[in-house]
């Protein structure tokens, strides 16, 4: 999904929100016009990020052990005796049997 397919049903749903707020006079048009383009770009913004904060949370050492122990025809992965981070939890998880220190 990329950020035009989810700013279009955005943009309706902030006319149509705008239309009810102006016309209620709680705000200007003028406003609603600038509030609706801060609340666009905030909204781009948060479409940036989340994949890039999901990608960097599924690049840790733990999570490429994990998808390297399941990949079929991987028996065993040795594990370094003296790692740390998340190599070393990835080898003390008991959910990967063939994950080992070595």
Do not use: F
């Not at 006319?15 to 006079?25: I, R, S």
């Amino acid at each position: 999904m990329n950020w035009d397919q989810i700013k279009q049903p955005l943009t309706t749903a902030l006319g149509m929100l705008g239309g009810y707020v102006v016309g209620k006079g709680w705000i200007t048009l003028e406003q609603w016009n600038s509030l609706q383009e801060v609340i666009l770009t905030v909204g781009a913004g948060v479409a940036i990020a989340i994949p890039i904060i999901r990608d960097l949370i599924k690049a840790t050492n733990k999570a490429k052990i994990t998808a390297a122990a399941q990949v079929p025809g991987v028996t065993r992965i040795t594990v370094a005796p003296d790692a740390t981070n998340g190599l070393a939890k990835a080898a003390a998880d008991p959910a990967l049997p063939n994950v080992v220190k070595g």
